[in-house]
C-alpha cells in the first residue's frame, strides 16, 4: 500500500509563529516601536488607496471597460513587478528567517525543513500585502461578474507563489555569484543588461514589424498574464493557464533547488600561510600614520562585504538607468534634460555604493566594537576612520561617474556641466555620509556581514537611503519640469557653495559626533552585541 | 617595568550602575604588581563589569580607578598602551584575516612595520595558526579564535594583561602553553588578573585570589600558594582546602534538586 508522508505540520505552523513573534518581539524597542507605528500608518494608508485604486478600483474599470483581462494583465504585472524589484532590491520578504541549518535542531526531516523555510519566507508581511492586493482585484472583478471568486483566489495565490519563488531564486543566485571568483563580474553584466536593455531594446521593437504581436504572444506564458486569463474566463483554457502556472512553480523550485544545492557546496579551505597584502595599509596611509591602521582595517570590511560590493557594482548603472530612462516620470528628453537629471544621479553617486555600511558603521563589528575602546586611541578617531573610509570609497564612485559623463555626455557639451557635477557629486557625498554618521550612532544594528541581501539596515537609515534616493531623483524632474536645463545652467555656481555647505556640515557632524560617540558607547555596544 | 611596591591596580569604592541597576557595589580592591591574580565570582556578579571599568570600556557611576600608579580615565591614552586585554566575548573583527588583525593590532599599539610583522609570525606559530592565511576570523572554530584574541592581548609585551576567560574552548596543550607564557609575564614582575569559572586552573596558576558575589561586592581576597603546599585556608572559623570548598562557602551556591532529571 502507498504511504503518503505526513508533514510535521504543528511544528512547522509554530515554527512560522515563532517567526511572528520574533518580529513582535523587535517592537519592544524604541526603535521597533516607531517602525511599527510608521508601518502601521503606512500599511493602513496603503490599503486604502490601493484597494480602490489599484485593487476593486481597477476591477471596476476593468469591467465597466469592457477591458477585463487586460486590465487585470497590467494591474497583476505592476504588482508582480514591483513586488519582485522590492524584494530583491530591498531585501524585503526574503530575509532568511530560520536558514536549514538552524532548523536541523528541529524533529524535521528535508522535506519538512524546505516547507518550514518557505511557509516563513512567504508568509512575511510585504507578500500579504501583496496578496491583499491581488484579491482585491478578483475579488472586484467577480463582483462586477467579470470572473469566478474561487478561481481568482487560486490565480492569486498561484501567482504569490510564483512571484516568491523568482524572488528566492534572484537572491539566491545573486547571493551565490558574489561569492564565487568571476562572479562580481557576472553580476555587473546582468545589471548593466536590466538597466539599459529595456530602453535600448524597447522603443526599436516597438517599430519592428511583428515583434509587438510576438512580444504580446510570449507575455501570455508569463505567471500574471496566465493569472489575470484564470481570473477573467472561469471555462476556456482553465487547464493551460493552470499548467503554466504550475510549470513556473516547478521550474522556479528546481532553479532554487540547484542554486542552493550549489552554494551549500563547501569552499576548500586551503591550509596558507599569512599573505601579507599591503594594498589596503598603502590607500590607508595617504590618512596619516595614526589613522592609518583604523582605516586600513574599515577599508578592509568595505571591500570585503558583499553588500557594499553588489551595492558599488550596481551604483553606476542604476544612477544611468533614472537619468536616461523615463521611469522616475521624467517626460522630457534631450541632453539637456539628462544632464539636469544627472545632477541629482550625481549628488546620490558616492552614498549609494556604501550607504548600507556607511549608515550603521559599526554594525558589522559585532564584539569587535568593545575592541575600539580597548585601543589606545581617543575614540573621536574611530569614528573618524570609519567615515572618511566610506567618504574615500565613495568619492571613487563620484569620480568614476564624473569621468563617464565627460567621455560620453550627449552632446552639446557646455563647459558649465563639469563643475556643476562635480560639486553635486561632492557635496551629495558629504550630506550624505554626515547623515549616516548620525544614524550609525543614534540607530545602530547589528548586521550579518557576510550576506548580499536582506534590508538590516535601522528605519532611520532606510529613511535616508531610501528618503535621499528619491528626493535626488524626483527633485531634478520637478526642477527641469519648473524650471528648465536653460534656466539650471543660468545659475551654474549654486552647486558649488551648496557643496561648501555640506562639506561644513559634515565636518561639524564628525566632531559633534564624536563626543555622541563617547557618551553612548555603552548603549551602542549592548545593542550591537544584542543585548538591546 | 613598574616599581615593584606600587600595585599594579588600586581600585578604591568602585561602583557601577545600569540604571536602577547596580552591577558593582562598593569594590575596593589592590592587586600587587607582578602576581598572577584570580578574579571569581559566580555567573552575573560583576566580573566582566569590573574588567570593563578597569580597562576604559565602561564608565564607572563612582569610585576611582588606578593602574600603574597612575590614575586611569577616558584620556589615559598612554597607559592603555601598557595593558592587553583579552574580553570574554573576545572582540575580534571577523572579516579580518588572524595575521591582519594582529598587524593591526600591533600597529595600534605603536609597534613599528617591522616588529609588527616578526611578532605576527612568531604568535601565529606558536598559537599554532599558521596555515590560516586564506582563513577569515569568523571561519575559525571557538578555540582558534580564542588563540588570537590571546595574541592580540599579549603582542605588544604589556605590563598589564587582563585576561576574561582565557582557557574555555581550548585544548589542553593550548592551555599549558598559555600558563607557561603567563608564568614567564609574571616572572618579569608584569601581572597578569584573569577571571575563569575553572577553580582547579586559579588554584594551579594564581598566588592570589579575590572573589566577588552578586552585585560586585568583595568578600574575600588573599593568598591561595599555601594550598599548593597541601595546606588550607581558615576562614570564619573553617578550614578549606581546595578554592572549590571556599568559594562554594562564600558565594552560598547550591545544586538545585531536578527530580525529573
Not at chain 1, 524589484?85 to 524546505?114: H, K, M, P, Q
Not at chain 1, 536593455?197 to 507575455?219: D, E, T, V, Y
Not at chain 2, 574588567?51 to 591614552?77: K, M, Q, S, W, Y
Amino acid at each position: 500500500m502507498l504511504e503518503i508522508p505526513v508533514m510535521n505540520a504543528p511544528l512547522i505552523l509554530r515554527l512560522v509563529g515563532l517567526r511572528y513573534t520574533l518580529l513582535w518581539a523587535q517592537t519592544r524597542t524604541r526603535n521597533g516601536r516607531i517602525a511599527l507605528f510608521l508601518a502601521g500608518y503606512l500599511f493602513a494608508g496603503l490599503i486604502v488607496i490601493l484597494m480602490t485604486a489599484g485593487g476593486i478600483g481597477a476591477a471596476m474599470v476593468a469591467v465597466r471597460s469592457g477591458q477585463a483581462e487586460p486590465v487585470a494583465q497590467a494591474v497583476l504585472g505592476g504588482l508582480f513587478v514591483n513586488a519582485l524589484i522590492a524584494s530583491v532590491v530591498t531585501g524585503f520578504g526574503i530575509n532568511t528567517a530560520f536558514t536549514d541549518a538552524a532548523l536541523r535542531r528541529y524533529a524535521l526531516n528535508l522535506r519538512e525543513r524546505l516547507a518550514a523555510r518557505h511557509l516563513t519566507g512567504i508568509l512575511e508581511p510585504i507578500w500579504i500585502f501583496v496578496l491583499g492586493l491581488d484579491l482585491g482585484l478578483a475579488t472586484g472583478m467577480y463582483v462586477f461578474g467579470a470572473g469566478s471568486f474561487w478561481l481568482g483566489v487560486v490565480a492569486v495565490v498561484l501567482l504569490l507563489i510564483t512571484d516568491y519563488l523568482l524572488a528566492r531564486v534572484l537572491a539566491t543566485l545573486i547571493e551565490w555569484l558574489s561569492h564565487v571568483r568571476g562572479g562580481t563580474a557576472i553580476l555587473f553584466l546582468m545589471l548593466m543588461c536590466a538597466c539599459l536593455l529595456p530602453s535600448f531594446l524597447i522603443p526599436r521593437l516597438a517599430n519592428a514589424h511583428g515583434a509587438k504581436a510576438a512580444m504580446m504572444a510570449a507575455l501570455h506564458y508569463t505567471p500574471p498574464f496566465a493569472a489575470a486569463a484564470l481570473m477573467a474566463h472561469a471555462g476556456a483554457g482553465l487547464g493551460r493557464q493552470f499548467g503554466i502556472l504550475a510549470g513556473w512553480i516547478e521550474a522556479l523550485l528546481l532553479a532554487l533547488a540547484a542554486i542552493e544545492k550549489q552554494a551549500a557546496r563547501p569552499r576548500g579551505a586551503v591550509a596558507a600561510a599569512a599573505a601579507w597584502d599591503n594594498r589596503y595599509d598603502r590607500i590607508a596611509s595617504i590618512f596619516g600614520p595614526a589613522m592609518a591602521p583604523l582605516v586600513g582595517r574599515s577599508l578592509r570590511y568595505y571591500v570585503r562585504s558583499n553588500k557594499v560590493r553588489f551595492n558599488y557594482i550596481a551604483a553606476i548603472p542604476l544612477l544611468a538607468f533614472l537619468t536616461f530612462n523615463r521611469a522616475s516620470g521624467a517626460t522630457e528628453t534631450g541632453p539637456l534634460h539628462y544632464f539636469v537629471r544627472a545632477l541629482g544621479a550625481f549628488a546620490v553617486a558616492g552614498f549609494l555604493g556604501t550607504a548600507v555600511m556607511s549608515t550603521n558603521q559599526f554594525g558589522f563589528d559585532a564584539s569587535g566594537f568593545r575592541r575600539y575602546f580597548l585601543l589606545p586611541i581617543a575614540p573621536g578617531a574611530i569614528l573618524r576612520a570609519s567615515s572618511y573610509t566610506a567618504l574615500f570609497v565613495g568619492s571613487t564612485l563620484v569620480a568614476a561617474a564624473w569621468v563617464l559623463w565627460l567621455l560620453f555626455a550627449p552632446v552639446p557639451f557646455d563647459p558649465r556641466m563639469a563643475p556643476m557635477l562635480l560639486a553635486s557629486g561632492v557635496g551629495g557625498l558629504c550630506l550624505f555620509n554626515a547623515l549616516a554618521i548620525w544614524t550609525s550612532l543614534l540607530a545602530a544594528r547589528p548586521t550579518n556581514f557576510e550576506t548580499t541581501f536582506g534590508n538590516q539596515l535601522s528605519l532611520a537609515a532606510n529613511v535616508l537611503l531610501i528618503g535621499g534616493l528619491l528626493t535626488c531623483v524626483f527633485g531634478v524632474v520637478a526642477l527641469d519640469k519648473m524650471a528648465g536645463p536653460a534656466a539650471v545652467l543660468r545659475w551654474w555656481w549654486v552647486p558649488i557653495p551648496a557643496a561648501a555647505l555640506a562639506i561644513a556640515f559634515y565636518l561639524y557632524s564628525l566632531r559633534r559626533g564624536a563626543i555622541v560617540f563617547v557618551s553612548r558607547r555603552e548603549r551602542l555596544l549592548n545593542t550591537l552585541e544584542g543585548r538591546n | 617595568m613598574i616599581p615593584a611596591m606600587t600595585p599594579a591596580i588600586e581600585v578604591a569604592n568602585l561602583t557601577k550602575k545600569y540604571g536602577e541597576t547596580v552591577a558593582v557595589e562598593n569594590l575596593s580592591l589592590t592587586v600587587p604588581a607582578g602576581t598572577m591574580f584570580g578574579f571569581l565570582g559566580p555567573n552575573g556578579s560583576g566580573k566582566s563589569t569590573t574588567i570593563g571599568c578597569l580597562t576604559g570600556l565602561l564608565d564607572p557611576t563612582a569610585g576611582d580607578i588606578r593602574i600603574l600608579g597612575e590614575p586611569f580615565n577616558d584620556g589615559a591614552v598612554a597607559l592603555k598602551r601598557r595593558m592587553g586585554v583579552m574580553p570574554e566575548s573576545l572582540g575580534l573583527f571577523d572579516a579580518l584575516y588572524a595575521h591582519e588583525f594582529l598587524f593591526f593590532q600591533a600597529r595600534m599599539f605603536g609597534l613599528d612595520e617591522e616588529t609588527a610583522r616578526r611578532r605576527v609570525s612568531e604568535l601565529l606559530d606558536a598559537m599554532e595558526l599558521g596555515g590560516t592565511g586564506k582563513k577569515r576570523l569568523s571561519e575559525f572554530s571557538a578555540g582558534m579564535r580564542k588563540r588570537v584574541a590571546f595574541a592580540a592581548a599579549v603582542i605588544h609585551g604589556p605590563d598589564l594583561l587582563f585576561l576574561d576567560e582565557p582557557f574555555e574552548s581550548i585544548d589542553p596543550a593550548g592551555v599549558a602553553s598559555i600558563k607557561q607564557w603567563l608564568h614567564k609575564i609574571t616572572a618579569q614582575g608584569r601581572t597578569v588578573f584573569l577571571t575563569t569559572h575553572v577553580l582547579e586552573t586559579v588554584e594551579r596558576t594564581c598566588s592570589e585570589v579575590a572573589i566577588i558575589t552578586r552585585p560586585g561586592k568583595l568578600v574575600w581576597q588573599g593568598d591561595i600558594s599555601v594550598l599548593d603546599r597541601d595546606g588550607t585556608i581558615a576562614h570564619d572559623g573553617k578550614e578549606f582546602r581546595t578554592l572549590e570548598q571556599l568559594f562554594l562557602h562564600l558565594t552560598g551556591e547550591r545544586y538545585a534538586q531536578l527530580d525529573w532529571l
